[in-house]
């Protein structure tokens, strides 16, 4: 079985994830992991309880070690367990136990962040807004460097954040 790389896409709201995602795995000829958190406010119509942030985590890492073994060279996944835990912090305080182990023992090789340097476009349910965004952006940003975490800021269209992620990933691999 050939190593795969995992790649977290970090970054608030609004901020270009899945479409980066989606376009990385097109570009790469592999696939990705699209947010579970989006699936369950379309089901459910409501946005998780502070006591369901632990199934939107373990389910988001359960698809990516379903699709893990699908993959070629890479596996995108947008968002990971620790966007789960920075927004379980940032509505409802501190995140369960089980969640800040999940978001502390689950790794990734390499962590994009997007910036929040789109327009805001609100999106039903689980978008709040601008301000918000720019907050959880911070939050991320913070948690990061705390944990002296590398990770690839990408900014601009949605082109050149393709190059930059394409850039930063011919490293990877040399």
Known sequence: MSSVNRVVILGAESSGKSILAEAL????????VPEYLREFVE?????PKAEEQI?????????????????????????????????????FGEPDAELAELELSHQYDFCIVTAPDFPWQPDGLQRESAYV????????????DEREIPFLL???????????????LSFLLS
């Open 55 to 91: 199934l939107i985590a373990r389910t988001q890492v359960q698809r990516e070690t379903e699709l893990l073994k699908q993959a070629k060279q890479w596996l995108f996944c947008d968002t990971g367990p620790i966007m789960t835990a920075i927004y379980s912090r940032h509505y």
């Open 154 to 168: 990408v900014e601009g269209s949605n082109h050149s954040r393709l190059e930059q992620v394409q850039f930063a």
């Open 25 to 32: 795995a097109a570009h790469y000829q592999t696939l990705w």
């Open 133 to 144: 965004r720019d907050r959880v952006h911070q939050e991320v940003l913070d948690v990061l």
């Open 43 to 47: 089901q459910n119509q409501r946005v």
